[in-house]
């Protein structure tokens, strides 16, 4: 990928520990040191000061070993106590980055246990120290993770999120000092239940159009419409310091729901929420590994297994179905657009047209599909002689299809497609799709509706073709920006 980030090398995962700091966001994530496939678990690192352009820096907080025991560091969270407060960090640290993270602690092949852990940093990230009085959170499971801490205003608190994976649970703590912690209350079972829950992200999220409204939204990484993958699931609520309930307004969650999936493509996961973002940034921005643990260990690609999505910015939308998550790529990103390609507006019964065809598989394309009476309408992207990815309308689903997306056999799951239920507003379905070489993420009707997936075309698939079968659609105000690299 060219503007989407990627690890110089070796595998990724999950995303951990988001926060700004100082004019930087920090990105920490899961990341094996030593190979390009999971193990090893430790939380790599990078900076960044507009969450477009990324520094590499060397591996944060590495597994590291007692004994015969091994500890990982799996999924978590960061938060900064302003002034060292709280007194973790060395007399005189300016401000302490506290670091949350489950340790996943084996003997040998034995698996022994997972529980929250602490570790400090002084030196603003680049390097942490065990707390020497871990775990903080042990509850004697070996399913017990990701703990997902934010700083809670209205009662000048810590909170931290957990799941109890195999009891599809969120599990909620609260702290003062971040080293002794207080149960408070569980959710869930609810939602999707066909997979372990992963990953909890519990965020205030702003209602558009309703200034000083918002609800609390709960992510969790689960289950994934399409049995046999994993996926997102979101439940909008309230949260009153304590417990988490489910908005009334909202129909209640069944398995697999509309209202409640994230992203209906196959490769986003493990999104959590950025802390302590500037006041100016008054809606969350969450990033995701966009990858799908179906087949992640299979990906056909060197040196680095696994990437990041755009950072989106969220918020809660009013509809007939009640609040809706909608999502947006930052603003920012607008900065990367290149000289403009535009074609006013095509009519097409029955036939295709080429667009255009890019050199390299990254850009921004954006356009109003009016789909008219065609049974199956869109655009067929990473096209060359005998591969293409489509993005179609048909049946009142959007629908990617990476089928023919050129590589796709390295795994048997990897080939599908994706559907999300989707109505045109006054006729109209608002595209705008990233492509960036193997990614794609496709928002729709201005974030109502998103598909993230992953594809390997031929390098020179760079075909871009307009499509309308059995009827006649419109496609308006198509405009393509080749997007600027953001790595060195
Ligand atoms: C989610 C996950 C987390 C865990 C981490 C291990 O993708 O399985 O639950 O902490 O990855 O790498």
């Known amino acids: ?122 030196d603003g990230g680049r390097t942490f120290t065990q707390y020497a009085k871990n775990p903080i959170v042990d509850i004697g499971s070996k399913e017990f993770r990701d703990p997902n801490v934010f700083w809670y205003e209205p009662e000048k608190k810590w909170v931290m999120a957990t799941v109890k994976a195999t009891e599809h649970r969120a599990a909620f703590y609260e702290s003062t000092d971040l080293k002794t912690w207080r149960f408070l209350s569980h959710f869930g079972p609810t939602g999707d239940t066909t997979k372990v829950w992963e990953c909890p992200a519990l965020v205030r999220v702003p209602i558009q159009n309703e200034p000083g409204k918002s609800r609390w939204v709960l992510f969790i990484s689960a289950g994934h419409p399409q049995p046999g993958y994993v996926g997102m699931q979101y439940f909008v609520g309230n949260f009153d310091g304590n417990t988490f309930t489910l908005d009334p307004e909202n129909p209640k969650p069944t398995a697999p729901a509309v209202a409640n999936v994230v992203d209906w493509g196959k490769d986003y996961y493990a999104a959590i929420q950025f802390n302590h973002l500037p006041a100016s940034q008054s809606n969350p921005i969450m990033i995701g590994w966009t990858n799908n643990w179906a087949y992640a260990g299979s990906l056909p690609t060197t040196p680095f297994k696994g990437a990041m999505s755009l950072p989106r910015q969220i918020s809660l939308k009013r509809t007939a179905a009640g609040l809706q998550l909608v999502q947006r790529p ?46 199956s309408a869109g655009i067929r992207l990473a096209k060359g002689p005998n591969e293409e990815t489509v993005l179609r309308y048909a049946n009142g689903n959007l629908q990617l299809d990476r089928r023919r997306s050129g590589n796709v056999g390295f795994h048997k799951s990897f080939p599908s497609v994706e559907e999300a239920p989707l109505t045109p507003q006054n006729g109209v379905i608002k595209l705008r799709i990233f492509v960036d070489k193997s990614l794609v993420e496709v928002f729709a009707n201005d974030g109502e509706r998103v598909i993230t997936d992953q594809i390997f075309p031929t390098e020179n698939a760079g075909g871009i073709e307009l499509f309308a079968e059995g009827g006649t659609a419109e496609f308006r105000n198509v405009v393509l920006w080749p997007m600027k690299a953001t790595a060195p």
Request: aromatic fraction near 12%.
């Open 330 to 375: 930052i603003s920012a990103l607008n900065a990367l657009r290149g000289a403009a390609q535009k074609r006013a507006g095509v009519r097409l019964s029955n036939r295709q047209e080429v667009f255009t065809k890019t050199t390299d598989n990254a850009y921004e394309l954006t356009l109003d599909l009016v789909p008219g009476n065609a049974q």
């Open 1 to 122: 990928p060219r503007y989407h980030f990627t690890p110089p090398q070796n595998w990724i995962n999950d995303p951990n520990g988001l926060v700004y700091h100082d004019g930087q966001y920090h990105l920490f994530y899961q990341h094996n040191p030593f190979a390009n496939q999971w193990g090893h678990m430790s939380w790599g690192h990078a900076v960044s000061t507009d969450l477009l352009r990324w520094e590499h820096l060397p591996v944060a907080i590495p597994e590291f070993t007692e004994g015969d025991k091994t500890t990982a560091i799996f999924s978590g969270s960061a938060v900064i106590d302003a002034g060292n407060r709280r007194g973790l960090c060395p007399p005189g640290t300016k401000n302490c980055f506290v670091a949350v993270y489950t340790g996943n602690v084996t003997q040998g092949d034995r698996h022994l246990a997972q529980y929250q852990n602490l570790a400090f940093s002084a």
